[in-house]
């Protein structure tokens, strides 16, 4: 859970609130029901989709989410897994009592730091990398996740060098983040052209 995790908080660090759920949904829905794993990260979800749509203003969906965030959240550890939860659990009543104080919300702290893209390792990365394409709009997440997979063979090599490279600049870059998907693209299609070029040959 820790890279899931780790990239989840990076991403909602970065502003991304509703993107952030990604990076833990497909991690929450393999937990047994009413785990402290799940309920945790079931609070967290309720927790960015209520800052998501306080900003949105949807007052009454995010009064709704930060309740039931709450009672999720219920009975775990005020550091549980390394999360500031006393802190998330005080924005969750602020939030709860006054929606407008989404304009400005709260950073998640993991243990003790701001967790940021800059924080993050290369797996952490490769999670944040794959949940961005899918949550956010103009990106081919079959691209991304092939290039993630490229770049997990170069690791495995001993090499990080070019898909490690992107991958982490897909991430941190998020001024430029359009123009590193399409140079991505590139590097992906010419990866796979070569590919294409050998399969069967042999068979």
Do not use: C
């Not at 991690?27 to 749509?53: C, P, Y």
């Not at 709450?70 to 009592?97: I, M, T, W």
């Not at 990106?139 to 993630?148: I, L, N």
Request: charged share 30%; hydrophobic share 40%; no cysteine.
């Amino acid at each position: 859970m820790d890279d899931s995790l780790r990239a989840g908080v990076a991403i909602y660090n970065a502003g991304a609130y509703r993107a952030a759920h990604g990076a833990w949904e497909s991690k929450w829905l393999s937990l047994e029901r009413d785990t402290d794993d799940e309920r945790f990260l079931h609070g967290l979800i309720q927790f960015t989709a209520a800052v998501h749509h306080a900003r949105d203003g949807n007052d009454s969906g995010a009064v709704g989410l930060a309740r039931s965030a709450r009672e999720y959240l219920d009975g775990l550890a005020d550091d549980y897994r390394g999360v500031d939860l006393a802190g998330v659990r005080e924005s969750l009543a602020r939030l709860e009592a006054d929606p407008g104080v989404a304009a400005d919300p709260p950073a998640l702290r993991l243990d003790d730091r701001v967790v940021t893209y800059d924080d993050l390792d290369f797996d952490a990365v490769a999670v944040a990398a794959e949940t961005l394409a899918e949550e956010l709009d103009g990106y081919d997440e079959s691209v991304v996740a092939d290039a993630v997979g490229y770049a997990h063979e170069e690791v495995a090599d001993g090499e990080q060098t070019q898909f490690t490279a992107m991958v982490f600049d897909f991430v941190r870059n998020e001024a430029q983040r359009g123009l590193v998907f399409q140079r991505l693209s590139e590097h992906v299609r010419r990866r796979r052209r070569r590919e294409d070029d050998v399969s069967g040959l042999f068979d």
